[in-house]
């Protein structure tokens, strides 16, 4: 495979990506008032599409699921992953770190919810999510 096949490869598979991604936001943006459970699913599809997972996967924990995404696309352990990756020039923060920061920020972005980043800081789960979510729609924040 030639470097404009891969390019090809990768842009379909990002592409592809954010198609899943956007049909799990237009789901719960549609839904005017959903349950936990209909929302915990849509959630979680939303981030498994966003970090490239399979939708089998059965973890819940953001930053697992970072870990998880990370080690898929470089190809290497995720336990190798977070026993290398120390970045100086952030502050120490980590891929997985950053990762999952971006992701919450994204679905509240997506969601045109209200910003609150203390409290979105300590989501760490996607049932923490959920529950951030429908707070958030339902105005308890």
């Keep these: 495979m030639n470097i ?6 990768v842009q ?3 592409l592809n ?3 899943k991604a956007v049909k799990e936001i237009d789901a719960i943006r549609k839904e005017a008032h959903p349950d936990y459970e209909f ?3 849509h959630l979680r599809r939303f981030i498994l ?7 089998n996967v059965e973890e819940t924990n953001i930053s697992s699921l970072a870990a998880l995404s990370l080690a898929k696309v470089m190809n290497l352990d995720k336990d190798v992953i977070r026993s290398l990756d120390h970045a ?3 502050d120490q923060a ?3 770190s950053t990762k999952r920061i971006l992701l ?3 679905v509240q972005k997506a969601l045109d919810l209200s910003p609150d980043p203390i409290v979105l800081a300590k989501v760490d789960t996607i049932d923490a999510l959920t529950e951030y979510v429908m707070n958030k729609r339902n105005g308890n924040q």
């Design 104 to 106: 919450l920020f994204a």
């Design 12 to 14: 379909k598979i990002l």
């Design 49 to 55: 599409a966003k970090y490239m997972l399979d939708p």
């Design 4 to 9: 404009e096949q891969r390019k090809a490869f």
């Design 94 to 96: 980590t891929s997985e």
């Design 39 to 41: 929302m915990f699913e």
């Design 88 to 90: 100086t020039p952030c």
């Design 17 to 19: 990506s954010k198609q």
